[in-house]
């Protein structure tokens, strides 16, 4: 399902705009650093769904470009079907940052999406935007290309943020094959929440704020789902799920809007918070993302927040565009990946099965999972609320605004090297701060769970009956 959140530049303490929210995935995630690749004439790239996905489809190919660009990117193992890896986003080296919110389509036009579907899907989608846009409108650009030249492949309607220094986009792609989507600019005064992506109404033809395709209101019109003579065109209600806002989205939104009417405005606290809140995030929140929308001097300084679980009881930890690669224990482990309870680190079979061999390199398998980790204290703490969540929610949060604090001087040490033309000192100088950040949040979320167990156990609180979590608005 997952979440997204903009906040427009003239809301916030420090002038520059937020990306942020998480994906909700039952699976295993990791951070991945993917770099700038160059590509052979005539390359091309799979897309799409496959017949075992949930709304089933065919696999295709789709040529490559002859560049992609850095980024960084958290990706998963399973949702609905959808080919692995599949990725909700992340940041790129031109400032482009993505998000991935699933956002449902009217009962009709999912009952439309024939079997043999085909084009590229939502996960392609994200990813792709992060290897070829060098601004958020360039990405609403190449969806709309992408779609009107090849399909889309859907598992019931989705949505996207698309973000900028400069400027946001929400993207809506539609169920049924027909090429439908609709994109709403965000300017500077925006806050918009998405869970699910949302756009009201649109004029009767595209402009600056609002584009869709030529036959977008035809279309509709033809299937008897809109009456021009009735007002103006609410893609959510001719299209979409018909709700509205939901219940959270508004609460959320409305909280914000509130902390920005302060004289102080909206601060690093409080993008936090915007994801971190336990009346948002609990176990489906597979990860946290904030992505601070700044043009920096040299694009290693870019950062992206991240938390290997959803932060309420995780640290968000910054890492880098410029960093060399991703501590092991962020990355691919076997929990929770999916396929891999049938896979062995063991090459005996795999003559007669390859699908027997685990997709985890044995040597990233004996490191610890920080996405494990993560869960386990996650879920020792949500069994006591008091004190262990408060708890555990002070401790990130303290962690948290310890590494705000420190950042400025890491980023303006390594803009010093870039100046001098000193590019791997500052890769190492970037890669060595994250690590050893990442890693110090993890050996600490190892003892707060250790201690946590202890207490539990001592209270005989271990829970055995019905999950125990925050109460969520969604």
């Known amino acids: ?5 903009y906040i427009g530049r003239n809301h916030t303490a420090d002038g520059h705009a937020w990306l942020a929210g998480y994906g909700d995935e039952p699976s295993s995630h990791w951070l991945e650093l993917v770099p700038r690749q160059t590509h052979a004439p005539g390359a091309t790239i799979e897309v799409g769904v496959s017949p075992a996905s949930d709304l089933p489809g065919i696999r295709s190919t789709i040529p490559q470009v002859p560049e992609t660009f850095r980024h960084l990117r958290v990706s998963y193992s399973h949702y609905l079907g959808v080919p692995a890896p599949i990725t909700n986003g992340g940041l790129n080296e031109h400032g482009v940052a993505v998000r991935d919110i699933w956002s449902p389509s009217r009962p009709e036009l999912i009952a439309m999406t024939p079997p043999d579907q085909s084009g590229p899907n939502y996960s392609d989608l994200a990813s792709i935007v992060l290897e070829r846009a060098r601004t958020a409108r360039e990405g609403v650009e190449i969806i709309a290309a992408l779609i009107a030249g090849h399909g889309y492949s859907c598992y019931g309607g989705n949505s996207h943020i698309i973000a900028d220094p400069e400027e946001a986009w929400v993207v809506i792609e539609f169920a049924g094959a027909r ?44 299937q008897g789902w809109y009456d021009p003579a009735q007002g103006p065109f609410d893609v959510n209600r001719v299209y979409g799920d018909g709700k509205g806002r939901w219940e959270g989205v508004q609460w959320v939104e409305a909280e914000m809007r509130a902390r920005a009417a302060r004289p102080e405005k909206i601060g690093f606290k409080d993008v936090v918070w915007s994801i971190a809140s336990e009346k948002l995030t609990g176990d489906t929140a597979g990860y946290g993302q904030m992505v601070p929308l700044t043009h920096p001097r040299h694009d290693a300084l870019r950062v992206m927040w991240h938390a290997p679980v959803g932060p309420v009881t995780s640290t968000l930890v910054p890492v880098f565009l410029g960093m060399s690669d991703v501590p092991l224990e ?11 309870s049938a896979r ?20 990233a398998e004996v490191t610890r999972a920080a996405f494990q980790t993560g869960k386990r204290l996650m879920h020792l703490a949500f069994q006591m609320p008091e004190p262990l969540l408060a708890e555990v929610w002070a401790y990130c949060r303290a962690t948290e605004a310890r590494l705000a604090e420190e950042l400025p001087d890491v980023l303006r040490s390594a803009e010093i090297l870039l100046d001098a033309e000193e590019a ?40 055995f009956g019905i999950p125990r979590g925050p109460a969520q608005i969604w």
Do not use: C
Not at 204 to 217: C, E, L, M, S, V
């Open 424 to 463: 791997p000192l500052a890769e190492r100088l970037l890669t060595d701060h994250a690590a050893t950040r990442l890693l110090a949040a993890l050996t600490e979320t190892e003892a707060l769970a250790a201690a946590a167990e202890i207490r539990l156990r001592a209270a005989g609180a271990l829970n």
């Open 1 to 5: 399902m997952s979440y997204g959140i």
């Open 330 to 340: 962020f990355g691919p482990h076997r929990y929770l990946t999916s396929g891999e």
């Open 179 to 222: 090429k439908l989507w609709v994109a709403e600019r965000l300017g500077p005064d925006a806050i918009r929440a998405s869970r699910p992506g949302w756009i009201g109404a649109i004029p009767a033809a595209p402009d600056d704020t609002f584009r869709f395709p030529d036959h977008f209101i035809a279309f509709a019109i033809d």
């Open 344 to 363: 062995f680190l063991d090459t005996r079979h795999a003559g007669r099965n390859p699908d027997t061999v685990s997709h985890i390199p044995q040597g």
